[in-house]
Nanobody
Framework: VQLQASGGGLVQTGGSLRLSCAAS????????MGWYRRAPGKQRELVAA???????NYADSVKGRFTISRDNAKNTVYLQMNTLKPEDTAVYYC???????????????????WGQGTQVTVSS
């Protein structure tokens, strides 16, 4: 099982970007999916998360500007980022806290998968 993130880039203040993260491999169900970020010199922080049923949670700094969504049929999570600010500059990582997968015919929940990270840079 792998998570593949995409959609980062360079944008001016006030601009928008959309991040995507798709899970591939033997994936039958995914519990909560989320986006984290790590800015230079700072600790990784939760940006937004969404449960399988669609319950969302946002960091205060992005409320009203970012929207997280998911497509369970495609095992994909999205992050629509609007009104971007320079302080949003960071490497963004997607996460799946539990994935139902299979190995040698045995189904089990595997924990804590991470994507490779995608750079978001907001210029002032």
């Amino acid at each position: 099982v792998q998570l593949q993130a995409s959609g980062g880039g360079l944008v001016q203040t006030g601009g928008s970007l959309r991040l995507s993260c798709a899970a591939s491999g033997s994936v039958f169900s995914i519990d909560t999916m989320g986006w984290y970020r790590r800015a230079p010199g700072k600790q990784r922080e939760l940006v937004a998360a969404i449960t399988r049923r669609g319950i969302t949670n946002y960091a205060d700094s992005v409320k009203g500007r970012f929207t997280i969504s998911r497509d369970n049929a495609k095992n994909t999570v999205y992050l629509q980022m609007n009104t971007l600010k320079p302080e949003d500059t960071a490497v963004y990582y997607c996460n799946a806290d539990r994935i139902l997968t299979v190995d040698s015919g045995t189904y089990y929940w595997a924990s804590d998968y991470w994507g490779q990270g995608t750079q978001v840079t907001v210029s002032s």
